[in-house]
């Protein structure tokens, strides 16, 4: 049995085999009604085979649900996921000039109380956690926890070895000195430049700053890691649950 099962399975509450509108709804997809409705309308699957019969039955244990191709798991009481953010949509819950959220692209409605784990600019992309627990995001968002996220920057110009050592060493930024970061060029060229630069602070643009500062301007902005997790090949626009030993991993990244 792999981590992420024994993991999952200290989590969940009792679990035993039970009709597919009541396992969905025990997950916090729908209520009980709404989930018939998707099973009726073709959205859910079973070990990869449609599920339209309201008397099927499911074991949580062995057997692989979706809803739209989503994997759905029974909820501890905590749901925390992972979206592959796409470009033009700001982080934040709801916004009162209509402009398009985050919140647009998770499942708000069966998991109340979801809320984005820091921000990302609307014009950058890339893994963008959201949960339910509060304490975990304030962990993972305190100061003092140090907690890495790693970028693939598109930059203007080539980038030179001493531009990189300012941008390694710290730079003075309009609010301050910024702490020193890792940063290496991947691809370089006399127009442009790619480069993979992780912080451990949260300022706000602070890369994009931060290359502006060295002389060049970002084109294009993708965060690939967050702290122990990377967003490997989610789809962009798609979201994903995180297994329970994410989560763990998680937990420790929020406590050292």
Same mark, same amino acid.
């Given at each position: /049995?792999?981590?992420?099962?024994?993991?999952?399975?200290?989590?969940?509450?009792?679990? =035993?085999? /039970?009709?597919?509108?009541?396992?969905?709804?025990?997950?916090?997809?729908?209520?009980?009604? $709404?989930?018939?409705?998707? /099973?009726?309308?073709?959205?859910?699957?079973?070990?990869?085979?449609?599920?339209?019969?309201?008397?099927s039955r499911v074991d949580p244990?062995?057997?692989?649900?979706r809803v739209d191709g989503h994997v759905v798991h029974l909820s501890d009481g905590s749901t925390t996921l992972m979206l592959n953010k796409p470009a033009g949509y700001i982080t934040t819950m709801s916004d009162p000039f209509g402009r398009a959220?985050?919140?647009?692209? =998770?499942?708000?409605d069966a998991y109340p109380g979801l809320f984005p784990i820091g921000r990302l600019d609307a014009d950058t992309t890339g893994i963008l956690l959201f949960s339910t627990?509060?304490?975990? $995001?304030?962990?993972?968002?305190?100061?003092?926890?140090? =907690?890495?996220?790693?970028?693939?920057?598109?930059?203007?110009?080539?980038?030179?070895?001493?531009?990189?050592?300012?941008?390694?060493?710290?730079?003075?930024?309009?609010? $301050? /000195?910024?702490a020193p970061a890792?940063?290496?060029?991947?691809?370089?060229?006399?127009?442009?430049?790619?480069?993979?630069?992780t912080i451990h602070e949260g300022r706000k643009r602070q890369v994009r700053r931060m290359c502006a500062t060295v002389g060049h301007p970002v084109v294009t902005?993708?965060?690939?890691?967050? $702290?122990? %997790?990377? %967003?490997?090949?989610?789809?962009?626009g798609s979201w994903r649950m995180l297994s329970g030993s994410e989560v763990a991993a998680l937990h420790a990244a929020a406590r050292t």
């Open positions: /049995m792999g981590d992420d099962q024994r993991d999952d399975a200290s989590n969940a509450p009792r679990i =035993v085999p /039970m009709r597919v509108q009541k396992f969905l709804a025990r997950a916090g997809v729908a209520s009980r009604r $709404g989930s018939e409705n998707l /099973m009726t309308t073709g959205r859910v699957s079973v070990n990869g085979r449609v599920v339209t019969e309201l008397g244990r062995c057997d692989v649900v959220c985050v919140a647009e692209l =998770v499942p708000i627990d509060g304490e975990l $995001g304030n962990g993972l968002l305190h100061p003092r926890k140090h =907690v890495d996220k790693t970028y693939q920057a598109l930059v203007e110009g080539s980038v030179s070895e001493e531009e990189l050592e300012r941008l390694r060493s710290g730079v003075e930024l309009e609010d $301050g /000195m910024t890792e940063a290496r060029l991947t691809c370089v060229s006399e127009d442009e430049s790619r480069l993979d630069i902005l993708h965060r690939s890691r967050f $702290g122990p %997790l990377v %967003l490997g090949d989610l789809p962009e």
